[in-house]
């Protein structure tokens, strides 16, 4: 589990894991960016990430997070 703040001015460039992310903000505003699509995720919001899948994020209005990984057996 990491436990995470972001800046707004510090986008996450596209990139994959070969673990699945599970992620809860907790305040603020995170944008999270799959292909084309732009999904914000506000406070109280989840998302679950497949590993695999190319990701990225836009860090405007960002806030707090926490990311949790699965490691598949």
Do not use: Q
């Amino acid at each position: 589990m990491a436990f995470w703040t972001c800046s707004e001015t510090t986008p996450s460039a596209p990139h994959v894991h070969e673990f699945d992310e599970y992620m809860i903000v907790v305040e603020g505003c995170y944008t999270l960016i799959i292909g084309d699509k732009r999904t914000p995720i506000h406070a109280g919001e989840e998302c679950f990430i497949p590993r695999g899948v190319r990701h990225g994020a836009s860090r405007a209005g960002c806030g707090m997070a926490v990311r949790l990984k699965r490691e598949r057996e």
